[in-house]
């Protein structure tokens, strides 16, 4: 069955640099979800869409943006990159209706 | 704000056990919880998703119950195999504001012993 695909798998930054990430999500899944999560961390909601329109926005820091597009894709945007924005940073997408979430692999960035 | 949070942090037990890991929420309003598997430096594995009507789900070796009143969920392994090593993350979906988001607890860390 297909799953999520992230890409870059790994992608390593420095200071003050950009960041595009990007997620497709399952055929036919309508949201689509990111999560950050940290070092030793519980992954942590930063923004959703659902049917390409923004349904939710969690701990998502000003210099990070996000888009679904018309094929579903997403990309998460991240701008002035700090240290602390090293972590695996995970998609997931679900259908609405039913609600279970099914997570990429994730994107590990380093910032340096 | 809805909380999480899982009991033990870390687990070990040898081969062949069965195990029982808790996750507590605060909030008991919920549309459903999710259990999950994570590997080291992984992704995150759908393990067993609880709606909120139900109080049992099963897969395999794997049965989730879940208590929303006491705000309380179970995850039971039977017959435990070194390949169950991993960490164990609950997280809870719940109405209103946020209601697309998961909360996570921070995880069991289960090492099964051959």
């Known amino acids: 069955a297909a799953g999520v695909i992230q890409s870059p798998r790994h992608l390593i930054k420095e200071k003050r640099e950009t960041a595009t990430l990007k997620c497709y999500p399952i055929?036919?899944?309508?949201?689509v979800y990111w999560y950050q999560q940290g070092p030793g961390q519980d992954p942590q909601f930063l923004i959703s869409f659902y049917e390409k329109m923004q349904s939710d926005k969690g701990s998502i820091p000003d210099r990070f943006s996000a888009q679904q597009f018309s094929d579903y894709h997403s990309e998460l945007n991240m701008s002035s990159l700090e240290l602390g924005d090293s972590a695996l940073y995970f998609c997931a997408s679900s259908l609405a209706s039913v609600g279970e979430q099914y997570f990429g692999p994730g994107t590990r960035l380093t910032v340096t | 704000k809805q909380e999480v949070t899982q009991i033990p942090a870390a687990l070990s037990v040898p081969e062949g056990e069965n195990l029982v890991l808790n996750c507590s929420f605060t909030d008991s309003a919920i549309y459903n919880l999710q259990w999950f598997r994570q590997d080291p430096g992984k992704g995150l594995t759908s393990l067993l998703l609880i709606q909120s009507s139900q109080r049992e789900q099963t897969s395999g070796r794997l049965n989730a119950s879940l208590d929303k009143s006491s705000g309380r969920s179970t995850l039971y392994i039977a017959a435990s195999q070194p390949g169950d090593s991993a960490t164990y993350l609950c997280a809870v979906r719940a109405p209103g504001a946020g209601s697309y988001q998961l909360t996570f607890g921070k995880g069991t860390k289960l090492s099964v012993i051959p």
């Open positions: 055929p036919r899944h309508d949201t």
